[in-house]
């Protein structure tokens, strides 16, 4: 299949256009350009590297692809602080090799669905530089300015705290004010409530949309609109501030508006990374009708083994199996999203299960299989495929600019505390995603024949790309049978869901359901046999579909017995 690029756009009939929602059919692959593949050996990921590894894709049987920002960047936090929006971070390459990117993704019948930072800006972003200069530049109002608070006014406007630690204000000497930064100092967060900003935010869409993107992928959208009078915040000490701009009212009007004159005009996909959301609210901003967001990248998956998103807690699986399930039962226009990781999160491996033990691989596949099965959109982040695992770093390896900023606060503020931090970034840092994807046993991992930015993990030497290729029963080879499986099958993908034993706090088990069709799915998310009295699902005599195992149980029965981290699919019909 070929994407017929002249055909995306949208007819629109007065309000009403029509969006195929292709999203809901397809399955995704998050590349992180930096550390997917070098191709001019600096050391560093490029686009002609992505280009290079395109058949991989393919044959992995994705259908679209995710960018991480490729625009040009000082790179504060490897490009989600963006200088140009319609331009290439050099480092990565042109826009006529991104051309040739996306050229190369359509030709094999796979949309592109790129990050758009509309948060913040970078502060080397010319609106910035602007901005910054005089009171009264045309410019000023794109970012959010304020005096000064206390007596002697030399305190921040108010209490929010930086996402990556500290006040999230910055004072600037040159017009004597103060701008708000949610992030870094670097990514100074622009004024939705200005017209201009919402205008500049709908042509940078559309100048992509006019190059042939598919989708955006909104960071921190829900970030958008700040309360008027930005008052202090309660909160945690981290994430002070929250309620004020955390699915703030007006981001329903910013969002509508830039469909209105963007989104909905092509055959495209808005995924929002919408923290704040979950399946209790989500009908308030992804809901079809609504025409804000097509789909949300939510966090409470992703903190049921975290406190406070950060220090790292037993997996509770009847709370996980909660959430997962919930957005389940939507109905079908609220659309979920599936993922357990992405370039801010750890390893699925390492986080679920033991994955330095023998049934590493097991675990890998189980995973798979018990994302893969549910209904929603998944993404597999580069490396998930292939069973990639943390990485342990020492403290001077570390590149991110998150951990570095907590190595920096606990040295400073809490130095008894650093063994502590070490252990918890061991498992929490989100460079256990970045490191460079491990292609082959060579020494650069087939990435890069040069030093590469970051650490490559050691145990590249036996988890690789070229070496799974060649193993029937790799993880590699498990994830295509199973991406195969469910870009055929309609049940998978639309079927009806419903659980069996939610407190079960070894097993998720539940059913799959369209035209008399069903699956049954059972995964073990323990590393030791677990016994299921499996009656109440009446599914005797259900025939083995595909498992993690060479040789599970072939009929379904009422007592079923499961090995460490198996996953079995059964099918009847009913
Ligand atoms: C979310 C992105 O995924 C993360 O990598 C980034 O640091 C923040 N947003 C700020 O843009």
Same mark, same amino acid.
């Given at each position: 299949?070929?994407?017929?690029?002249?055909?995306?756009?949208?007819?629109?009939?007065?309000?009403?256009?029509?969006? @195929?929602?292709?999203?809901?059919?397809?399955?995704?692959?998050?590349?992180?350009?930096?550390?997917?593949?070098?191709?001019?050996? %600096?050391?560093?990921? %490029?686009?002609?590297?992505?280009?290079?590894?395109? +058949? =991989?894709?393919?044959?992995?049987?994705? @259908?679209?692809?995710?960018?991480?920002?490729?625009?040009?960047?000082?790179?504060?936090?490897?490009? =989600?602080?963006?200088? %140009?929006?319609?331009?290439?971070?050099?480092?990565?390459?042109?826009?006529?090799?991104?051309?040739?990117?996306?050229?190369?993704?359509?030709?094999?019948?796979?949309?592109?669905?790129?990050?758009?930072?509309?948060?913040? @800006?970078?502060?080397?972003?010319?609106?910035?530089?602007?901005?910054?200069?005089?009171?009264?530049?045309?410019?000023?109002?794109?970012?959010?300015w304020r005096k000064g608070s206390g007596n002697d006014g030399k305190?921040?406007?108010? /209490?929010?705290?930086?996402?990556?630690?500290?006040?999230?204000?910055?004072?600037?000497?040159?017009?004597?004010?103060?701008?708000?930064?949610?992030?870094?100092?670097?990514?100074?967060?622009?004024?939705?409530?200005?017209?201009?900003?919402?205008?500049?935010?709908? %042509?940078?869409?559309?100048?992509?949309?006019?190059?042939?993107?598919?989708?955006?992928?909104?960071?921190?959208?829900?970030?958008?609109?700040?309360?008027?009078?930005?008052?202090?915040?309660?909160?945690?000490?981290?994430?002070?501030?929250? $309620?004020?701009?955390?699915?703030?009212?007006?981001?329903?009007?910013?969002?509508?508006?830039?469909?209105?004159?963007?989104?909905?005009?092509? +055959?495209?996909?808005?995924?929002?990374?919408?923290?704040?959301? /979950?399946?209790?609210?989500?009908?308030?901003?992804?809901?079809e009708d609504l025409n804000e967001l097509d789909t949300a990248i939510?966090?409470?998956?992703? !903190?049921?083994?975290?406190?406070?998103?950060?220090?790292?807690?037993?997996?509770?699986?009847?709370?996980?199996?909660?959430?997962?399930?919930?957005?389940?039962?939507?109905?079908?226009?609220?659309?979920?999203?599936?993922? =357990? $990781?992405?370039? +801010?999160?750890?390893?699925?491996?390492?986080?679920? #299960?033991?994955?330095?033990?023998? =049934?590493?691989?097991?675990?890998?596949?189980?995973?798979?299989?018990?994302?893969?099965?549910?209904?929603?959109?998944?993404?597999i982040y580069q490396g998930q495929e292939i069973g990639m695992t943390?990485?342990?770093?020492? !403290?001077?390896?570390?590149?991110?600019?998150?951990?570095?900023?907590?190595?920096?606060?606990?040295?400073?503020?809490?130095?008894?505390?650093?063994?502590?931090?070490?252990?918890?970034?061991?498992?929490?840092?989100?460079?256990?995603?970045?490191?460079?994807?491990?292609?082959?046993?060579?020494?650069?991992? #087939?990435?890069?024949?040069?030093?590469?930015?970051?650490?490559?993990?050691? /145990?590249?030497?036996?988890?690789?790309?070229?070496?799974?290729?060649? /193993?029937?029963?790799?993880?590699?080879?498990?994830?295509?049978?199973?991406?195969?499986?469910?870009?055929?099958?309609?049940?998978?993908?639309?079927? !009806?869901?419903?659980?069996?034993?939610?407190?079960?706090?070894?097993?998720?088990?539940?059913?799959?359901?369209?035209?008399?069709?069903?699956?049954?799915?059972?995964?073990?998310?323990?590393?030791?046999?677990?016994?299921?009295?499996?009656?109440?699902?009446?599914?005797?005599?259900?025939?083995?579909?595909?498992?993690?195992?060479?040789?599970?149980?072939?009929?379904?029965?009422?007592?079923?017995?499961?090995?460490?981290?198996?996953?079995?699919?059964?099918?009847?019909?009913?």
């Amino acid at each position: 299949m070929s994407i017929n690029i002249e055909k995306k756009k949208n007819i629109v009939q007065g309000n009403c256009s029509v969006k @195929t929602r292709w999203y809901k059919d397809a399955i995704f692959y998050q590349i992180y350009p930096r550390s997917f593949q070098d191709s001019n050996n %600096d050391g560093i990921g %490029d686009i002609r590297g992505i280009i290079q590894r395109l +058949d =991989y894709i393919k044959e992995l049987g994705i @259908t679209a692809v995710w960018l991480s920002p490729v625009y040009k960047t000082p790179n504060d936090d490897n490009g =989600y602080d963006i200088s %140009d929006y319609r331009d290439i971070n050099p480092e990565f390459g042109t826009l006529e090799d991104w051309k040739e990117m996306i050229k190369g993704l359509h030709e094999r019948g796979i949309r592109l669905v790129m990050d758009l930072v509309v948060n913040h @800006t970078s502060d080397e972003h010319n609106w910035f530089c602007e901005s910054r200069s005089s009171k009264d530049n045309p410019y000023r109002d794109y970012y959010i300015w304020r005096k000064g608070s206390g007596n002697d006014g030399k305190k921040p406007p108010n /209490n929010w705290t930086s996402r990556f630690t500290g006040s999230a204000w910055k004072y600037d000497s040159v017009t004597d004010e103060w701008y708000l930064h949610l992030f870094s100092e670097k990514q100074p967060d622009l004024n939705w409530a200005n017209p201009k900003v919402r205008k500049e935010v709908i %042509d940078i869409c559309n100048y992509w949309f006019e190059l042939g993107v598919d989708g955006f992928r909104c960071d921190v959208i829900t970030y958008i609109s700040k309360a008027d009078g930005l008052p202090d915040g309660k909160g945690r000490f981290a994430v002070r501030g929250d $309620e004020h701009f955390v699915l703030e009212p007006k981001i329903h009007q910013y969002l509508q508006e830039v469909s209105a004159k963007s989104w909905s005009n092509y +055959d495209s996909m808005i995924v929002g990374e919408a923290i704040g959301v /979950n399946a209790e609210n989500a009908e308030i901003i992804i809901k079809e009708d609504l025409n804000e967001l097509d789909t949300a990248i939510t966090f409470a998956l992703s !903190e049921v083994d975290m406190f406070a998103g950060l220090i790292p807690k037993k997996l509770k699986l009847p709370k996980f199996k909660k959430i997962q399930s919930s957005w389940q039962c939507l109905p079908n226009d609220c659309w979920p999203t599936l993922y =357990y $990781e992405n370039h +801010d999160q750890p390893r699925s491996i390492s986080r679920y #299960g033991n994955a330095d033990g023998i =049934y590493k691989k097991e675990l890998a596949k189980m995973l798979a299989i018990s994302l893969l099965t549910l209904k929603g959109t998944p993404y597999i982040y580069q490396g998930q495929e292939i069973g990639m695992t943390n990485i342990r770093l020492e !403290e001077n390896e570390y590149m991110d600019i998150m951990s570095i900023r907590v190595f920096r606060a606990v040295r400073k503020y809490f130095p008894p505390l650093i063994l502590v931090a070490k252990k918890i970034m061991r498992k929490r840092a989100r460079d256990n995603a970045r490191s460079p994807m491990q292609w082959s046993a060579e020494s650069g991992a #087939g990435f890069s024949n040069e030093t590469p930015w970051m650490k490559i993990n050691p /145990n590249h030497a036996f988890v690789n790309v070229e070496m799974q290729l060649k /193993n029937p029963s790799s993880v590699l080879n498990f994830y295509k049978k199973l991406i195969e499986f469910r870009n055929n099958d309609e049940t998978i993908k639309y079927g !009806e869901f419903k659980e069996y034993f939610p407190r079960n706090s070894s097993l998720y088990v539940f059913t799959r359901e369209l035209k008399k069709q069903r699956y049954i799915v059972i995964c073990n998310f323990k590393e030791k046999v677990v016994n299921l009295n499996a009656i109440d699902i009446s599914a005797r005599g259900a025939k083995l579909v595909l498992s993690n195992y060479p040789n599970s149980q072939e009929t379904f029965t009422d007592g079923m017995t499961l090995r460490p981290y198996e996953a079995v699919i059964y099918h009847d019909y009913i």
